[in-house]
């Protein structure tokens, strides 16, 4: 069975700032792991995948973010916040278990402070 | 191309009542999947069909709400009779096959049970 888990259910970064997301994942096979942004009343956006190839993985609006099977971990990082990154952050993890289903983290929003 | 389309954007219906969502994935796309997301949380599988085959409905609370892709094509979610504890936004998503680790997320339907 697969498992996600975000530490920190509300993050704040000053403009500018580093972002990091955390996301630590349980799977009993290898797994596929995503960051999805969810905007206000809007739906999820695939932000960035892990799919077994490069360990670091680069996605859309500057973000990126790294497997590390050791740990566990798949954090989503961007070295300079902007304003409009303000959303919520979701994890998830994918595993082979016959389909694909996605099981979701509980999120993480981010703030963006001025 | 165009992305999932939902409709309605918004509900809002008493206790009791009964409420249907629809769904129209990617063209071609032949998983279709709707998930649950309750406020604070994050989205949760109801039931995934592949063509208009159910492959995984484990989640749904089949005493109340049911599902259908008759066609393969589109998608319709019903609840009925709907509880307060319904009230979440209910997201379609769609993938080129089960085995498509890639989904895409429609803008959801925003369900308020009062």
């Known amino acids: 069975a697969q498992s996600v888990t975000q530490l920190g259910s509300h993050v704040s970064v000053s403009e500018g700032a580093l972002v990091l997301l955390r996301c630590n994942y349980s799977?009993?096979?290898?797994?596929?792991l995503f960051w999805y942004v969810q905007y206000p009343n809007q739906g999820l956006q695939l932000l960035l995948k892990y799919t077994s190839a490069a360990t670091l993985v680069k996605g859309i609006n500057g973000f990126e973010a790294e497997f590390k099977k050791s740990e566990t971990s798949f954090h989503l990082t961007k070295p300079s916040a902007h304003m409009s990154d303000a959303a919520e952050y979701f994890c998830?993890?994918?595993?082979?278990?016959?389909?694909?289903?996605?099981?979701f983290g509980t999120g993480t929003r981010l703030k963006v402070l001025a | 191309e165009a992305g999932v389309a939902q409709s309605p954007r918004y509900k809002i219906i008493e206790k009791r009542q009964s409420v249907a969502f629809w769904c129209n994935p990617i063209?071609?796309?032949?998983?279709l999947y709707w998930y649950q997301q309750i406020l604070g949380q994050g989205p949760k599988l109801l039931i995934q069909?592949?063509?208009?085959?159910?492959?995984?409905d484990s989640q749904l609370p089949k005493d109340r709400f049911s599902a259908e892709r008759l066609k393969g094509v589109d998608s319709t979610l019903k609840i009925q009779p709907a509880k307060l504890e319904d009230s979440a936004v209910y997201l379609c998503?769609?993938?080129?096959?089960?085995?498509?680790?890639?989904?895409?997320f429609g803008p959801g339907t925003r369900l308020t049970v009062t």
């Open positions: 998503a769609s993938s080129s096959g089960p085995l498509s680790y890639e989904q895409y």
């Open positions: 069909f592949q063509n208009n085959g159910v492959v995984d």
């Open positions: 998830a993890v994918s595993a082979d278990s016959g389909t694909y289903k996605y099981i």
């Open positions: 063209s071609g796309h032949a998983t």
């Open positions: 799977s009993s096979v290898p797994p596929y």
